[in-house]
């Protein structure tokens, strides 16, 4: 079992910026892939930004340029850099782990962009 623990969420006005991080334990080793999907209200979860353990990273279309992935391998944590927000990033944005063809998440932690 992989457990994954976000932190970094909250209100921040049009144009901030906050960094999500990601703290995996439990049974880590062979992770294939780390990264992050939201869900906005009223819509499905989307893919936002992926990390493989080679340290490949994709990010979904919407966010290139302005949301940037990385981790922290000593620490088991995975964090998401996001700049200039919109309100439409707005959503809950949730962490995942992708080991043995098994996806492992975490709690969620919410993001709104207002003025």
């Known amino acids: 079992q992989v457990q994954l623990v976000e932190s970094g969420g909250g209100l921040v006005q049009p144009g901030g910026s906050l960094r999500l991080s990601c703290a995996a334990s439990?049974?880590?080793?062979?992770?294939?892939?780390m990264g992050w999907y939201r869900q906005a209200p009223g819509k499905e979860r989307e893919l936002v930004a992926t990390?493989?353990?080679?340290?490949?990273?994709d990010y979904a279309d919407s966010v290139k340029g302005r949301f940037t992935i990385s981790r922290d391998t000593a620490k088991n944590t995975v964090y998401l850099q996001m700049n200039v927000l919109k309100p439409e990033h707005t959503a809950v944005y949730y962490c995942?782990?992708?080991?043995?063809?098994?996806?492992?998440w975490g709690q969620g932690t919410q993001v709104t962009v207002s003025s």
């Open positions: 990390i493989s353990n080679s340290g490949d990273t």
């Open positions: 995942y782990a992708r080991k043995g063809g098994v996806n492992y």
């Open positions: 439990g049974s880590i080793f062979f992770i294939n892939y």
